[in-house]
């Protein structure tokens, strides 16, 4: 739905094996655009993204371009370890269940997130430093760009541990 209409169905046409593209109706630049990509397998079930559409929807604002990440795969994002005792990044299933308060899903509905050391027990970060770092995304054809993410972090005892994010302009030269 645009702006809050009845929603539209429109097309898709595959352009390659995986990849498809649909034509929207045009809207006024920074309209809000629900939506929901359904398809049917070869068997004939229907598959939708985000899983619990249509009452689920993704949102985008007309006039930007969306990058959309949902972790069920690495997509590029590395992992760099130093001197760590336990508590790197993997992707997986939040466990949710420990005393350290971690979260009972991932923040999308899709299941699966990065998370660190998603063990049974009570393991956290130690000995030093994990950091996740993205893929490049070239944004030099945007004059301006907004980034949202979902995070979790608890420090349950006020000692040095803590959760920093740097972004780079110029591919990790700098932070």
């Keep these: 739905s645009i702006n ?9 046409t595959q352009t390659s094996p995986n990849s498809y593209i649909a034509t929207l109706p ?10 929901w990509v359904a398809a049917d397998d070869t068997a004939g079930r229907e ?10 929807v ?23 370890n130093e001197d760590l005792i336990s508590g790197a990044w993997e992707i997986g299933v939040p466990l949710g269940w420990s005393s350290r308060g971690e979260p009972p899903r991932d923040f999308d509905g899709s299941g699966k997130a990065f998370v660190t050391e998603n063990l049974v027990g009570d393991h956290d970060v130690d000995g030093g430093p994990t950091r996740l770092v993205s893929p490049i995304f070239d ?14 972090f608890k420090n349950d005892d006020r000692d040095i ?9 110029n591919g990790g030269i700098t932070w």
């Design 26 to 35: 045009a809207v006024r630049a920074f309209s809000q655009i629900d939506y």
């Design 47 to 56: 598959t939708t993204h985000p899983h619990d559409a249509p009452a689920g």
């Design 4 to 12: 809050g209409r009845a929603p539209e169905e429109e097309p898709m």
């Design 58 to 80: 993704v949102t985008a604002i007309a006039g930007f371009n969306i990058v959309e990440d949902d972790f069920e795969t690495t997509n590029g994002w590395t992992v760099m």
């Design 139 to 152: 944004l030099s054809e945007f004059s301006s760009v907004l980034m949202s993410y979902a995070r979790w």
């Design 161 to 169: 541990d803590r959760m920093t994010i740097q972004i780079s302009d």
